[in-house]
């Protein structure tokens, strides 16, 4: 599956690659030799615990370069009035009567129980490109939707104040 990356995610994972390669990388070498030191390597759990660290790390790395490979890069832009990536929206759900307040991130980043939720999901998908005050319908599955409205758009980087007085 390819993943939906922004320019910001792209730089995250670079520098977590690099990150894991000049750092990681080194400290796990390191822990590999000084494991293989201490004799024995059939019965040194040490070095054992070590080279899976190693290995987790290449593994990683090798992950988020295969990720980077072929990612969609999209765009983080969006009309100041129009839900996009990146931006905290508050909602009324109509049917359990609740206020709730999402941010629309790609799907690496998505995060429910940190309120982070993928422009892929069912809920990221219905919120983009809409306005305030328009009614929503997210369709969870063929049986089964819900609807909600949109009471506030913030922008990425705008103060919570600013964003209410402009809609």
Known sequence: MREQLTKGDIKKIKAEIEHRKVVVRKEALEAVKEARAHGDLSENFEYHAAKKDKNQNESRIRYLERMLRTAVVISEDSRADE?????????????????????????????SMAGLVSVESPIGKALMGHKVLERVSVKVNQEYSYDLIIKAIFKTGEDEEDCIRKF
């Open 83 to 111: 839900v996009g990536i990146n931006d905290t929206v508050q909602v009324y759900i109509e049917e359990d009567d609740e206020l709730e307040t999402y941010r629309l991130v790609t799907s690496i980043r998505g995060n």
